[in-house]
C-alpha cells in the first residue's frame, strides 16, 4: 500500500506486525551507485526522515534500515521499527522467528499522516 | 579483521564466503540519526566508494547494504557481494541457507588494497 510519493520516489507500507516501509525510486535502477548523485542524496533525507519519526511517534528498540534487492532487483530500501517483543527480535526480520509477536502499537495511520505532512516539503 | 580505519571510522571484514565489509563509528551511536550530520554524509560516502569498488573487482549479481545493530546496539553498516551461486542468494545473509557455496572469487587482500587506497583520500 502506498503511504506517499512524489515524482521520483515511493513509499510503501509492507505488510507486517512491526511499522515497515519500502522507499522506492519511480526509474528502477538496479544498485544505488546506478543512480544520480542527487537521488541517492534524497534517499538518504527520505530515511532519516522517516527513521525520526518513527522514533518519535513508535518508540521502538532500533531502527532497522537494509537494501537487498536481490529477488526484485529495483533500487528500494527497507525501514523497520524493531521491538524486544516482536516476532523476530533480535535477528533481522528475514532471520529465525523467535517467539509469536506481543507488540500493542500506535495507530498507523496516524504515524502515516504526520510523515506524510513531513515528507510534502521535499 | 580491520581492514582500514581513519579518526571517525573503521571497516572490519566478516568472515563468510561472500565479499562481506562491516562499517563501523569509532563513537558508539545507536542510530544513525544519532551520529552528526557530518558522520552521516561520511557513511553514505565510504558505502559509496566500497559499493563501487566491489562491484568493480568482483562484479556481483548484486549489492546488499545493512544496518540492524539489534544485538549490538553500535551503529555499523554491513555492505556484501552478493553472486547467484552463494550459499544464501536470493535470500539475504541472514536468511534461509540455499545451497553449498560454488563461488571462486578473486583475492581479497588485492581488493583490500585498491580500497585502502580509494579511502585514503578521506
Same mark, same amino acid.
Given at each position: 500500500?502506498?503511504?506517499?510519493?512524489?515524482?521520483?520516489? &515511493?513509499?510503501?507500507?509492507? #505488510?507486517?506486525?512491526?511499522?515497515?516501509?519500502?522507499?522506492?525510486? #519511480?526509474?528502477?535502477? @538496479?544498485?544505488?551507485?546506478?543512480?544520480?548523485?542527487?537521488?541517492?542524496?534524497?534517499?538518504?533525507?527520505?530515511?532519516?526522515?522517516?527513521?525520526?519519526?518513527?522514533?518519535?511517534?513508535?518508540?521502538?528498540? @532500533?531502527?532497522?534500515?537494509?537494501?537487498?534487492?536481490?529477488?526484485?532487483?529495483?533500487?528500494?530500501?527497507?525501514?523497520?521499527?524493531?521491538?524486544?517483543?516482536?516476532? &523476530?527480535?533480535?535477528?533481522?526480520?528475514?532471520?529465525?522467528?523467535?517467539?509469536?509477536?506481543?507488540?500493542?502499537?500506535?495507530?498507523?495511520?496516524?504515524?502515516? @499522516?504526520?510523515?506524510? @505532512?513531513?515528507?510534502?516539503?521535499?
Amino acid at each position: 500500500m502506498k503511504i506517499w510519493q512524489n515524482d521520483t520516489f &515511493y513509499l510503501e507500507r509492507h #505488510e507486517s506486525d512491526i511499522p515497515w516501509l519500502k522507499l522506492f525510486t #519511480e526509474t528502477p535502477y @538496479k544498485e544505488m551507485s546506478d543512480a544520480p548523485g542527487e537521488v541517492r542524496m534524497q534517499i538518504y533525507t527520505i530515511l532519516d526522515i522517516v527513521e525520526r519519526e518513527m522514533i518519535a511517534y513508535y518508540r521502538p528498540d @532500533k531502527i532497522n534500515i537494509a537494501s537487498f534487492g536481490n529477488y526484485l532487483p529495483h533500487l528500494h530500501w527497507h525501514i523497520m521499527a524493531r521491538f524486544r517483543n516482536d516476532a &523476530y527480535f533480535p535477528e533481522p526480520m528475514w532471520g529465525q522467528k523467535q517467539r509469536e509477536s506481543t507488540l500493542d502499537l500506535p495507530d498507523f495511520d496516524t504515524f502515516a @499522516k504526520t510523515l506524510q @505532512k513531513r515528507l510534502s516539503v521535499l
